[in-house]
């Protein structure tokens, strides 16, 4: 049995917009790049959160649930000056947030809706962790059975992710934890790398 269904909602936090919402863009981008001095710059990050309530009935149908394995699908949307190996890595994210209607091309920039520094968007002052600090780009949680990752070497002529997060969907499914969506993100040791994703349709999660 396959079941597949794609985001209710996702957006891009970028980190040199750390106020800025990014939710109606027809790209969502992972990017990590790395200066000539070593340090991370122009930092993106992916939340894509699913409506699993028909996919969970799908399965209770089947009595596959001690069986079924859950796969995050992203396209690549053309991926450029990436290093010899690179990672991807979806966290459940921690807390709600607000997709907003901001684009890359909207000037003055939207505000509300989630960004690098604010879960809902900057007047409501929201921010992803403590109070008073803006510069985090989301909140996930981690730790053994929290993290699903896959590696991607430049010999690789598919560079389409098809990521295994059955760990993370059983936790949802068994109410251990809220469903808000995935958190992608590149490691923080690996640098010089842009992966764009396709957003929308093609941000699915498959149940084979």
Not at 6 to 31: H, K, M
Not at 41 to 64: G, K, P, T, Y
Not at 183 to 206: A, C, F, H, P, Y
């Amino acid at each position: 049995m396959h079941f597949f269904t794609f985001a209710t909602e996702d957006t891009v936090l970028y980190e040199a917009s750390e106020s800025n919402n990014f939710g109606l863009d027809e790209i969502i981008e992972v990017r990590k790049d790395v200066d000539d001095a070593g340090v991370s710059v122009n930092v993106s990050r992916i939340l894509a959160r699913f409506d699993l309530q028909a996919m969970s009935q799908s399965v209770v149908r089947a009595n596959a649930g001690a069986t079924a394995k859950y796969y995050l699908n992203m396209y690549d949307a053309g991926s450029d000056n990436l290093t010899t190996s690179q990672s991807l890595y979806a966290y459940p994210t921690s807390g709600s947030w607000n997709m907003g209607r901001g684009k890359t091309t909207y000037s003055p920039a939207e505000t509300e809706g989630c960004s690098w520094a604010y879960r809902t968007g900057q007047n409501e002052e929201t921010y992803w962790t403590k109070a008073d600090v803006k510069d985090t780009g989301g909140a996930w949680i981690s730790g053994s059975g929290y993290e699903a990752s896959q590696s991607f070497i430049h010999t690789d002529t598919e560079l389409d992710m098809r990521m295994d997060v059955t760990s993370i969907v059983n936790k949802w499914f068994s109410n251990n934890i809220p469903n808000n969506g995935f958190m992608v993100k590149r490691s923080g040791s690996i640098g010089n790398n842009n992966v764009l994703l396709d957003e929308g349709s093609s941000t699915q999660l498959g149940n084979f």
